[in-house]
Protein backbone atom coordinates (compact mmCIF):
# COMPACT_ATOMS: atom_id res chain seq x y z
CA UNK A 1 0.00 0.00 0.00
CA UNK A 2 0.82 3.38 -0.87
CA UNK A 3 2.62 5.07 2.39
CA UNK A 4 4.06 8.31 3.45
CA UNK A 5 6.73 9.07 5.92
CA UNK A 6 7.95 11.81 8.38
CA UNK A 7 10.74 10.92 10.16
CA UNK A 8 10.81 13.81 12.18
CA UNK A 9 7.97 14.22 14.61
CA UNK A 10 9.11 17.22 16.29
CA UNK A 11 11.74 20.04 15.08
CA UNK A 12 12.74 22.85 16.65
CA UNK A 13 14.86 25.67 15.07
CA UNK A 14 15.51 29.27 16.15
CA UNK A 15 13.54 32.08 14.64
CA UNK A 16 16.01 33.38 11.36
CA UNK A 17 17.32 30.01 11.01
CA UNK A 18 16.66 27.74 7.69
CA UNK A 19 14.09 25.00 7.57
CA UNK A 20 14.13 21.57 6.10
CA UNK A 21 11.44 18.90 6.66
CA UNK A 22 11.95 15.34 5.34
CA UNK A 23 8.68 13.84 3.34
CA UNK A 24 9.29 9.94 1.73
CA UNK A 25 6.93 8.67 0.04
CA UNK A 26 6.49 5.04 -1.14
CA UNK A 27 5.46 4.63 -4.55
CA UNK A 28 4.34 6.57 -7.54
CA UNK A 29 5.01 6.76 -11.17
CA UNK A 30 4.19 10.29 -11.14
CA UNK A 31 3.02 11.54 -7.83
CA UNK A 32 0.95 14.10 -6.82
CA UNK A 33 2.58 15.39 -4.04
CA UNK A 34 1.62 18.08 -1.85
CA UNK A 35 2.22 20.00 1.75
CA UNK A 36 -0.33 21.14 4.54
CA UNK A 37 0.11 23.24 7.33
CA UNK A 38 -2.11 23.05 10.36
CA UNK A 39 -1.86 25.75 12.88
CA UNK A 40 -3.53 25.31 16.52
CA UNK A 41 -7.59 25.51 16.11
CA UNK A 42 -7.48 25.72 12.32
CA UNK A 43 -8.19 23.16 9.10
CA UNK A 44 -4.97 22.53 6.94
CA UNK A 45 -3.92 24.78 4.44
CA UNK A 46 -2.14 24.10 1.47
CA UNK A 47 1.62 25.39 1.35
CA UNK A 48 2.19 24.06 -2.21
CA UNK A 49 1.68 21.01 -4.49
CA UNK A 50 3.62 19.43 -7.23
CA UNK A 51 2.06 17.41 -10.40
CA UNK A 52 4.31 17.81 -12.99
CA UNK A 53 7.33 20.04 -14.77
CA UNK A 54 9.74 21.97 -12.74
CA UNK A 55 10.78 19.89 -9.40
CA UNK A 56 11.33 22.91 -7.28
CA UNK A 57 8.32 24.06 -5.92
CA UNK A 58 7.50 27.09 -4.72
CA UNK A 59 4.56 28.18 -2.20
CA UNK A 60 2.78 30.17 0.08
CA UNK A 61 4.16 32.26 3.07
CA UNK A 62 8.15 31.73 1.31
CA UNK A 63 7.91 27.96 1.63
CA UNK A 64 9.33 25.17 -1.22
CA UNK A 65 9.94 21.90 -1.72
CA UNK A 66 12.05 19.77 -4.37
CA UNK A 67 10.67 17.14 -5.52
CA UNK A 68 13.65 14.11 -6.06
CA UNK A 69 12.36 11.28 -8.18
CA UNK A 70 15.85 9.13 -7.31
CA UNK A 71 15.08 9.20 -3.61
CA UNK A 72 11.52 9.29 -3.32
CA UNK A 73 10.93 12.47 -1.61
CA UNK A 74 9.46 15.87 -1.66
CA UNK A 75 11.56 17.77 1.25
CA UNK A 76 9.84 21.18 2.69
CA UNK A 77 12.40 24.40 3.32
CA UNK A 78 12.41 27.67 4.16
CA UNK A 79 15.45 29.94 4.33
CA UNK A 80 14.57 31.88 7.58
CA UNK A 81 11.97 30.55 9.87
CA UNK A 82 9.64 32.96 10.97
CA UNK A 83 8.28 32.73 14.84
CA UNK A 84 4.33 32.42 13.27
CA UNK A 85 5.82 29.16 11.41
CA UNK A 86 5.25 26.60 14.40
CA UNK A 87 2.25 24.65 13.42
CA UNK A 88 2.07 21.08 12.42
CA UNK A 89 3.12 20.43 8.63
CA UNK A 90 1.65 17.35 7.05
CA UNK A 91 2.82 16.10 3.62
CA UNK A 92 0.51 13.76 1.40
CA UNK A 93 0.56 11.85 -1.93
CA UNK A 94 -1.89 11.31 -3.91
CA UNK A 95 -3.45 7.86 -4.44
CA UNK A 96 -2.66 6.08 -7.18
CA UNK A 97 -5.91 4.03 -7.40
CA UNK A 98 -7.97 7.40 -6.91
CA UNK A 99 -8.59 10.51 -8.90
CA UNK A 100 -9.19 12.37 -5.20
CA UNK A 101 -8.05 10.53 -2.76
CA UNK A 102 -4.99 12.10 -0.51
CA UNK A 103 -2.41 9.71 1.57
CA UNK A 104 -0.82 11.79 4.60
CA UNK A 105 2.07 11.24 6.69
CA UNK A 106 2.11 11.10 10.11
CA UNK A 107 2.84 15.00 10.32
CA UNK A 108 6.01 17.43 11.80
CA UNK A 109 5.60 19.29 14.83
CA UNK A 110 7.85 22.57 14.22
CA UNK A 111 8.76 24.38 17.25
CA UNK A 112 10.17 28.13 16.93
CA UNK A 113 12.87 29.38 19.15
CA UNK A 114 13.10 32.86 19.81
CA UNK B 1 -14.85 34.01 1.25
CA UNK B 2 -16.54 31.75 4.27
CA UNK B 3 -14.11 28.59 4.05
CA UNK B 4 -15.17 24.96 5.48
CA UNK B 5 -16.87 25.04 8.69
CA UNK B 6 -17.66 22.43 11.01
CA UNK B 7 -19.82 21.81 13.97
CA UNK B 8 -19.34 21.34 17.26
CA UNK B 9 -15.69 21.86 17.37
CA UNK B 10 -15.42 19.74 20.24
CA UNK B 11 -17.71 16.70 21.35
CA UNK B 12 -17.22 14.90 24.62
CA UNK B 13 -19.78 11.76 24.53
CA UNK B 14 -20.41 8.24 26.46
CA UNK B 15 -19.00 5.57 25.22
CA UNK B 16 -22.17 3.73 23.15
CA UNK B 17 -24.13 7.03 22.26
CA UNK B 18 -24.39 8.02 19.04
CA UNK B 19 -22.78 11.67 17.63
CA UNK B 20 -23.87 13.65 14.37
CA UNK B 21 -20.57 15.73 13.06
CA UNK B 22 -22.04 18.27 10.69
CA UNK B 23 -19.87 19.98 7.65
CA UNK B 24 -20.71 23.12 5.62
CA UNK B 25 -18.59 22.84 2.40
CA UNK B 26 -17.46 26.18 0.52
CA UNK B 27 -20.32 27.18 -1.58
CA UNK B 28 -19.96 25.36 -5.21
CA UNK B 29 -18.14 22.42 -4.31
CA UNK B 30 -19.00 19.99 -5.96
CA UNK B 31 -16.85 17.14 -4.08
CA UNK B 32 -16.73 17.18 -0.18
CA UNK B 33 -14.03 14.18 1.87
CA UNK B 34 -14.42 13.47 5.61
CA UNK B 35 -10.90 12.58 7.43
CA UNK B 36 -10.10 11.51 10.47
CA UNK B 37 -6.68 12.30 12.65
CA UNK B 38 -6.39 10.44 15.33
CA UNK B 39 -3.40 11.21 17.91
CA UNK B 40 0.13 11.31 16.65
CA UNK B 41 -1.29 10.06 13.16
CA UNK B 42 -1.88 11.32 9.97
CA UNK B 43 -5.06 12.44 8.30
CA UNK B 44 -6.98 9.18 7.08
CA UNK B 45 -9.53 9.14 4.49
CA UNK B 46 -12.86 8.46 5.40
CA UNK B 47 -15.62 8.78 2.59
CA UNK B 48 -15.99 10.94 -0.54
CA UNK B 49 -19.16 12.43 -1.78
CA UNK B 50 -19.92 14.17 -5.45
CA UNK B 51 -23.03 16.10 -5.06
CA UNK B 52 -25.05 14.14 -3.01
CA UNK B 53 -24.08 11.04 -3.58
CA UNK B 54 -20.80 9.05 -2.08
CA UNK B 55 -18.71 6.61 -4.71
CA UNK B 56 -16.26 5.87 -2.08
CA UNK B 57 -16.77 5.24 1.42
CA UNK B 58 -14.01 2.88 1.45
CA UNK B 59 -12.56 4.15 4.76
CA UNK B 60 -15.24 4.39 7.03
CA UNK B 61 -14.18 2.06 9.43
CA UNK B 62 -17.31 -0.04 10.63
CA UNK B 63 -20.84 -0.37 10.04
CA UNK B 64 -20.96 1.81 12.68
CA UNK B 65 -19.78 5.09 10.49
CA UNK B 66 -22.33 6.34 8.17
CA UNK B 67 -22.40 9.54 6.21
CA UNK B 68 -24.75 11.53 4.30
CA UNK B 69 -25.33 14.80 2.10
CA UNK B 70 -28.00 16.68 1.34
CA UNK B 71 -28.36 19.46 -1.87
CA UNK B 72 -25.19 19.23 -2.28
CA UNK B 73 -24.08 20.71 0.32
CA UNK B 74 -24.12 20.22 4.24
CA UNK B 75 -22.80 16.59 5.45
CA UNK B 76 -23.26 14.85 8.68
CA UNK B 77 -21.05 12.20 9.63
CA UNK B 78 -22.73 10.03 12.11
CA UNK B 79 -21.27 7.60 14.42
CA UNK B 80 -23.33 5.15 16.17
CA UNK B 81 -22.64 3.23 19.41
CA UNK B 82 -19.04 5.31 19.72
CA UNK B 83 -16.67 3.55 21.48
CA UNK B 84 -13.13 4.76 22.95
CA UNK B 85 -11.25 4.10 20.10
CA UNK B 86 -13.51 6.82 17.75
CA UNK B 87 -11.98 9.68 19.84
CA UNK B 88 -10.40 11.98 17.02
CA UNK B 89 -10.72 14.77 15.24
CA UNK B 90 -12.59 14.76 12.17
CA UNK B 91 -11.88 16.58 9.30
CA UNK B 92 -14.11 17.80 6.83
CA UNK B 93 -12.68 19.12 2.82
CA UNK B 94 -14.04 20.48 -0.07
CA UNK B 95 -12.95 20.90 -3.19
CA UNK B 96 -14.54 22.32 -6.62
CA UNK B 97 -14.35 19.64 -8.08
CA UNK B 98 -13.13 15.82 -8.21
CA UNK B 99 -9.66 15.58 -8.78
CA UNK B 100 -6.12 15.84 -7.63
CA UNK B 101 -5.47 18.82 -9.04
CA UNK B 102 -8.22 20.27 -7.57
CA UNK B 103 -7.72 22.22 -3.89
CA UNK B 104 -8.65 20.67 -0.86
CA UNK B 105 -10.22 23.15 1.41
CA UNK B 106 -10.07 22.21 5.23
CA UNK B 107 -12.67 22.74 8.26
CA UNK B 108 -11.65 23.28 11.47
CA UNK B 109 -12.24 20.52 12.65
CA UNK B 110 -14.26 18.07 14.97
CA UNK B 111 -12.66 17.22 18.65
CA UNK B 112 -14.29 13.98 19.87
CA UNK B 113 -13.19 12.39 23.08
CA UNK B 114 -15.62 8.79 23.75
CA UNK B 115 -15.40 8.46 27.76
Known amino acids: AQSVTQPDIHITVSEGASLELRCNYS??????LFWYVQSPGQGLQLLLKYFSGDTLVQGIKGFEAEFKRSQSSFNLRKPSVHWSDAAEYFC????????????FGSGTRLLVRP | GAGVSQSPSNKVTEKGKDVELRCDPISGHTALYWYRQSLGQGLEFLIYFQGNSAPDKSGLPSDRFSAERTGGSVSTLTIQRTQQEDSAVYLC?????????????FGPGTRLLVL
Open chain 2, 93 to 105: ASSLQRGLQETQY
Open chain 1, 92 to 103: AVGATDSSYKLI
Open chain 1, 27 to 32: YGATPY
